[in-house]
T-cell receptor, first 112, second 111 residues
Framework: DAGITQSPRYKITETGRQVTLMCHQT?????MFWYRQDLGHGLRLIYY???????DKGEVPDGYVVSRSKTENFPLTLESATRSQTSVYFC???????????FGPGTRLLVL | SQQGEEDPQALSIQEGENATMNCSYK?????LQWYRQNSGRGLVHLIL?????REKHSGRLRVTLDTSKKSSSLLITASRAADTASYFC???????????FGQGTRLTINP
């Protein structure tokens, strides 16, 4: 039972490059979420998805794009990376919005 | 400011002592959840308390919720070195369709 996985775990990229962070869950959870975690800000919601082909903006969506063609995958794309997007990114999922969220191990992204 | 704010930001105690962390929030909620994060890892769910509940227990954890004061507390009894982590409260705000996390309390248990 793999649960929820993220790849890559670590990524270094340069300003202006496109980067895609992957998230995969094996529970068939309806909801999936992307957060970023920065010192002094805690976790902030970037985007979330209630089901395949349904996505919605969170607190800090600018500069990010998501898609959800399959229930189990929820990739996050930085179309043109900026230094301010250096962060730790967490993916999470659950069956219903109000329930416990299950988190992946995170992706540490450094934008030079 | 944040919907959920933890207090204190950092707490250092001796092994065996009890640790208490507090969370305050601003708007009406459906439930409040506590998560733990070990250094360099993802968040792990500890306990969920619904708005119509006042207290919940899980092992050495005790959570209280006071909706009139819009606050919650997490008590860890008989702390162990393995409890060293950051603890976050998250509120499921009514009508918001999302969890809002606080900035966390960094707990250090000294042997």
């Amino acid at each position: 039972d793999a649960g929820i996985t993220q790849s890559p775990r670590y990524k270094i990229t340069e300003t202006g490059r496109q980067v895609t962070l992957m998230c995969h869950q094996t529970w068939s959870h309806s909801y999936m979420f992307w957060y970023r975690q920065d010192l002094g800000h805690g976790l902030r919601l970037i985007y979330y998805s209630a089901a395949a082909d349904i996505t919605d903006k969170g607190e800090v969506p600018d500069g990010y794009v998501v898609s959800r063609s399959k229930t189990e995958n929820f990739p996050l794309t930085l179309e043109s990376a900026t230094r301010s997007q250096t962060s730790v990114y967490f993916c999470a999922s659950n069956r219903r919005m109000e329930e416990t969220q299950y988190f992946g191990p995170g992706t540490r992204l450094l934008v030079l | 400011s944040q919907q959920g704010e933890e207090d204190p930001q950092a707490l250092s105690i001796q092994e065996g002592e009890n640790a208490t962390m507090n969370c305050s929030y601003k708007t009406s909620i459906n439930n409040l959840q506590w998560y733990r994060q070990n250094s360099g890892r993802g968040l792990v769910h500890l306990i969920l308390i619904r708005s119509n509940e006042r207290e919940k227990h899980s092992g050495r954890l005790r959570v209280t919720l006071d909706t009139s004061k819009k606050s919650s507390s997490l008590l860890i009894t008989a702390s162990r070195a393995a409890d060293t982590a950051s603890y976050f409260c998250a509120t499921d705000v009514q009508g918001a369709q999302k969890l809002v996390f606080g900035q966390g309390t960094r707990l250090t248990i000294n042997p």
